[in-house]
């Protein structure tokens, strides 16, 4: 288990992946919906693009970051 930034704010929670796989990422968003946090099980690549993405303060689509078969790798 990997975790970046820090929860406890956010207004939701998205669920990537499926813990019946033994990966997931768990999501955490503020108001305007950009991550602020990610709890990752198994899936230690997403912190490096969820790293990226908190840090350019991206605003995201719930519905883009739910499916783990796209790739939250972004060109900046």
Not at 19 to 24: A, D, Q, V
Not at 57 to 60: E, F, L, Q, R, S
């Given at each position: 288990m990997r975790t970046l930034g820090l929860t406890g704010a956010e207004r939701r929670l998205?669920?990537?992946g499926d813990?019946?796989?033994?990966?997931?990422s768990v999501i955490a968003l503020?108001?305007?919906t950009r991550m602020c946090a990610v709890?990752?099980?198994n899936a230690g690549r997403e912190i490096g693009a969820c790293r990226r993405l908190i840090s350019v303060?991206?605003?995201?689509d719930e519905s883009w970051l739910a499916v783990a078969t796209i790739s939250l790798r972004l060109p900046l």
């Open positions: 998205v669920t990537r813990s019946s796989t033994g990966s997931l503020d108001g305007v709890i990752s099980v303060g991206t605003v995201t």
